[in-house]
Each structure stands twice: as structure tokens, then as C-alpha cells.
């Protein structure tokens, strides 16, 4: 769906939630916001204590009972007093806000206005200007709304304007246009409506990301990409919560064309994918998950395909997972997600992907290129040294080559010319350390990545890296590991401080430094440099993803 597709959604679904206004019970009880970790890290005491035992693999949550009670609080952090209209509206409430027995709604103005300057680059001013709102409501104690869209034009550094370049969409936001003085132009929408049936059963339709997994990345599904629609499904029965996602997604790489320049039938830019992650909570610190991914083209060179029927199946493990002589034009993964509490407020996780397996060479350990698979492995943890508030993340994550790609990016793992998981792709190794501190209205953060990746050779060779290549290209079947090809290796860091002035849309003043090293090994190794200063008023909880 393009922006003007979302628009319509976003159109429909407001209405929808107009014309219920009135209709339901009592005050409202769930809540929706589109998952971003720098808000989630801060119910991380709720989330990871081992007096709780709720479900936090699948993201983004539907926010009710204690979670609930710990979203508002930070909502109302460290309200100003004041009887002034204007102070409280700039310091503590909704632009509008509308509180009544059976329905509440609110909507606000998020403006994201910053300017900087690459001090160790190409000395370009950077910038950014973005206006837009978001809107939402709830009915009763069973129905939430939420919308928000923006229009935004940036200059960005020469690292990420490159990125942009190639795949013509900024990271997560969608598709941009091209202006002159490396300035892009894009719109970015979300829209959610959510229904709790009973405590055992919620419906959500969206357009929108989701996220599996406990750590900052993920290898199953993250939110990474642009926003898709989609319709999800969630059970809760005791200890088990089942997640089924449906989803219809942008594919502008398999837009192919023949040698007369005229578009194939089989290329119409848009696929179709199931996302399946079903959660046990064994007790309050152990919690074991199991996740399952299809993917396939809208159309293929069979015709078109539209959706598959057969997938409508909510049940888990529709086929077995693909082994190297699978014919079948649908991308297929399999997934364990796992976190355990060790300690009152330390968290390990850790995830296992596994793709395209064939067991005798799997053990050979020989480097067969179809065996495809990527470990997670991390450690969180909140209120460090009994510092309320100062919570950490350590993460490391790998990926063999030639994972999530398959015969063509019709079927590949990923949405919107971007993957679906990893923003490396594949082929990488990357360790992450990230520490939040919040005291106040202040918040402090800090970050620091390191990851090596193999590149494809100067020859063209296919390496592994890239998820858009057809693994019908791998030029050794043995001896493939992770690495392979060119090496790059990059070291990012960053650090932000900032005062929120209202924390309804996350309204604050923030200064920040960014710095990022890449040093790619080719026959003349390069090197690239960038550290830019920024500082800007922003708003809103999007995740605008630059670290990679």
C-alpha cells in the first residue's frame, strides 16, 4: 500500500471510530501506541519484574491492566501546575482532550524540527522538517483507535543519504522523492484499530509495524521497514498467548522489466506474508516463544497469485521448513524466542532463526551455503546499581550468508525494498550496548554498536549480504561463512539529552551527537567518517532508525 492507500485506511478508520463514539460501555480500559524501544525501555519495571508475568515478545502491545496503569503514569510524569490553558496544553495535556464516562479522544500537533551539522563528513548541514498529528480514541472498555501521519523533508548525512539512494526509502518511513541539495520528501502514516473481545481474544486491523522478540533488534520480525497492512489476531489462554498476523506489503524490487523496457506480469511491487509467534510464560522469570514466517509475491511468473487461501490457517507450522531442493515459490522460516529473569531486574534473552535446512550438512559444519540461520543473544536490565530509571541493554546478533534471501525479492524476507528483520541483512556480526536514564522530565541516552559484514566482491559476486540478490547466484555451495566477501567494519555511537515538555506526544527539546566509522577492505582500503551535532524540538514515539 502506498501513502495514498494509507491516507484512504486512515479516512475509513477514523470515521469507523467517529460513528461508535456514544455506542459502548464504561470508562475506557486498553489503550494503542505503535512500539518504539525508547518508550517501551521505560515500563521495563513492569515489563521484566519477576512479579509479573505478562507477554513482552509481541510488539506493539495492547496497553491494559497494569501495563496500563504503568503507560499513564509516564504520560503524567511530573505534571506542571498551572490554571493557565495555554501552559497546561504546552506542559500536560492533549492539544485536544475529550474525557467522558463511555468514550474519551484526543489529538495533538508533532512537530519534529531539527537542525545539525556533519563536523567530521562532508561538513553538510543536516536537517529535518516534520509536521504532523496523531489522533485516538477509545469506546468503552473494548475499543481503541489510533492515527497519526506526517509530511517530512531532510537532509540527512552522507551515509544515510546514500542508503536512501539505493533503496529509495528512508529507513522505516516509506518512499521518498528526490529534490535537489540532497533534500528528500516523503509522508509517513499509521493507523490502528483494536477490539478486546474478552480477556482472552483482541482483533487489531492496522497499518502499521510489528515486532517479536525481547532485545533492541530482532532476527524473527522487527520494525524495522515501512508500515503494511494488516490484520492480527491475539489469544491469550492461561499461560499462552498465540499472535497470527496476515499481512499485504510494497515489494518496488520486483517491479521487473524485459528487454523492451515494458513491465512483466509477474512484477506488480507488492507480496504477501503470515506471521505466526505463539508465547508461554512457564512462570514469572521463564518465558519460551516459537514463531513461524511465510512470504510470496503477489504475483509470480505463474500469473497472479493474490492471497493464499491455504494460509488463512491461524495454526502454526502450515509446512515444514525449506531444505535446498524446495520448489515452492513461498520463503518460509521458523523461530524460538526465549527470555529468563535471573535476577529481580536482569533479563537474558535470546532468539534462534532457522531458514533453509538440510541436517547431514547442517552437522557436517562445512559451510553449506543452504543452511541459513541467526543467533541472538542479550542481556537488559532496569534500575541498575538502585539508580531508578537507569536501565542498560547488552545484545549481540548473527546472521549467516545468503539468510532471508530466496529465488527472487518477490518472495525474499523483507517489505518495501527493506528487510524484515535485521537492517544488516545477513552475513554480520553485531554486538549493541544501549543505557537510558530518566530523572524528571530529563531523559539521557547512549549507544554504541560495532558490526562487520561481508560485502559482495568487486566482480559482482553474490556473498551473501544481500537479501535482494537471488541465491540462485551463490558461487560456492561449500566453505561459506559468516564474513565472507569484502569486509566492512563499522563503529557507531551516540548520545542524546533531552528535557520533555509534555510527555502525552513526547514534546521535548533535544541536543544530540551522532558518530559513525566505516572502514571497508577492499584491495585500497576506504575509510568514512561522519559526526554530526544536532539539536531540534521534537515530538512524537517513531523509531527513525539510523544506526547501522
Not at 506493539?60 to 504520560?75: A, G, R, T, W, Y
Not at 505463474?302 to 520463503?331: C, H, Q
Request: a positive charge.
Amino acid at each position: 500500500m502506498k501513502e495514498k492507500g494509507s491516507l484512504k485506511f486512515l479516512a475509513l478508520t477514523g470515521v469507523f471510530a467517529l460513528s461508535m463514539l456514544g455506542e459502548n460501555e464504561v470508562s475506557a480500559q486498553i489503550k494503542y501506541q505503535p512500539y518504539s524501544y525508547q518508550f517501551s525501555q521505560k515500563m521495563n519495571d513492569v515489563l521484566y519484574s519477576p512479579t509479573t508475568r505478562l507477554h513482552t515478545s509481541s510488539k506493539p502491545f495492547i496497553i491494559k491492566d497494569e501495563l496500563l496503569v504503568k503507560f499513564d503514569s509516564i504520560q503524567a510524569n511530573q505534571p506542571v501546575a498551572s490554571d493557565n490553558w495555554f501552559m497546561r496544553k504546552i506542559f500536560n495535556e492533549h492539544l485536544i482532550e475529550v474525557a467522558k464516562d463511555d468514550y474519551t479522544f484526543y489529538a495533538d500537533f508533532l512537530p519534529d524540527l531539527t537542525i545539525g551539522k556533519d563536523v567530521m563528513g562532508d561538513k553538510r548541514r543536516t536537517w529535518m522538517n516534520s509536521r504532523g498529528f496523531q489522533a485516538g480514541a477509545t469506546i468503552g472498555n473494548k475499543f481503541t483507535f489510533y492515527t497519526s501521519a506526517s509530511e517530512n523533508q531532510a537532509v540527512f548525512p552522507q551515509y544515510l543519504d546514500e542508503y536512501i539512494n539505493n533503496a529509495r526509502v528512508v529507513p522505516g518511513q516509506g518512499t521518498t522523492k528526490f529534490q535537489s541539495g540532497n533534500k528528500k520528501d516523503w509522508m509517513n502514516a499509521t493507523a490502528s484499530l483494536t477490539y478486546d473481545f474478552s480477556k482472552y481474544f483482541q482483533a487489531t486491523v492496522a497499518y502499521d509495524k510489528n515486532f517479536i522478540g525481547d532485545g533492541y533488534r530482532s532476527l524473527l520480525l522487527s520494525d524495522f521497514s515501512s508500515n503494511y497492512s494488516q490484520l492480527k489476531l491475539t489469544g491469550t489462554v492461561g499461560n499462552v498467548q498465540y499472535t497470527s498476523v496476515w499481512a499485504y506489503m510494497n515489494d518496488p524490487t520486483n517491479k521487473r522489466s524485459d528487454d523492451l523496457g515494458e513491465t512483466q506480469r509477474y512484477g506488480d511491487g507488492k507480496k504477501w506474508g503470515v506471521f505466526q509467534y505463539i508465547d508461554y510464560n512457564a512462570t514469572n522469570r521463564l518465558s519460551v516463544g516459537f514463531f513461524q514466517a511465510i512470504t510470496w509475491a503477489n504475483y509470480d511468473a505463474a500469473g497472479k497469485r493474490g492471497f493464499d487461501f491455504s494460509y488463512i490457517n491461524p495454526l502454526m507450522f502450515l509446512r515444514p521448513v525449506e531444505s535446498n531442493n524446495s520448489t515452492s515459490p513461498d520463503k518460509m522460516f521458523l523461530g524460538l524466542n526465549a527470555k529468563y529473569k535471573v535476577l529481580k531486574n536482569v533479563t537474558t534473552y535470546g532468539q534462534f532463526l532457522l531458514g533453509e535446512f538440510t541436517a547431514k550438512e547442517f552437522f557436517a559444519g562445512n559451510g553449506y551455503a543452504h543452511n541459513k540461520w541467526g543467533v541472538q543473544l542479550g542481556i537488559r536490565g532496569y534500575d541498575m546499581f538502585d539508580v531508578k530509571n537507569l536501565n542498560f541493554l547488552v545484545e549481540y546478533n548473527t546472521v549467516r550468508p545468503y539468510t532471508y534471501a530466496h529465488f527472487d525479492s518477490g518472495s525474499n524476507y523483507s517489505n518495501n525494498a527493506e528487510p524484515l528483520a535485521h537492517p544488516l541483512g545477513a552475513n554480520f556480526r553485531e554486538v549493541i550496548g544501549i543505557a537510558n536514564y530518566a530523572w524528571k522530565r530529563f531523559d539521557f541516552s547512549a549507544q554504541l554498536n560495532y558490526n562487520q559484514k561481508g560485502l559482495d566482491l568487486t566482480d559482482g559476486s553474490n556473498m551473501g549480504g544481500n537479501i535482494f540478490e537471488s541465491y540462485r547466484t551463490i558461487p560456492n555451495m561449500h566453505g561459506n561463512y559468516i564474513g565472507q566477501g569484502i569486509k566492512s567494519q563499522v563503529v557507531y555511537a551516540d548520545a542524546k539529552a533531552a528535557y520533555v515538555l509534555n510527555p502525552k506526544y513526547n514534546l521535548r527539546f533535544e541536543l544530540g551527537y551522532t558518530q559513525r566509522y566505516q572502514k571497508i577492505q577492499y584491495d585500497e582500503p576506504i575509510s568514512m567518517k561522519s559526526g554530526v551535532f544536532s539539536i531540534g524540538l521534537r515530538s512524537s514515539f517513531r523509531s527513525l532508525y539510523s544506526d547501522f
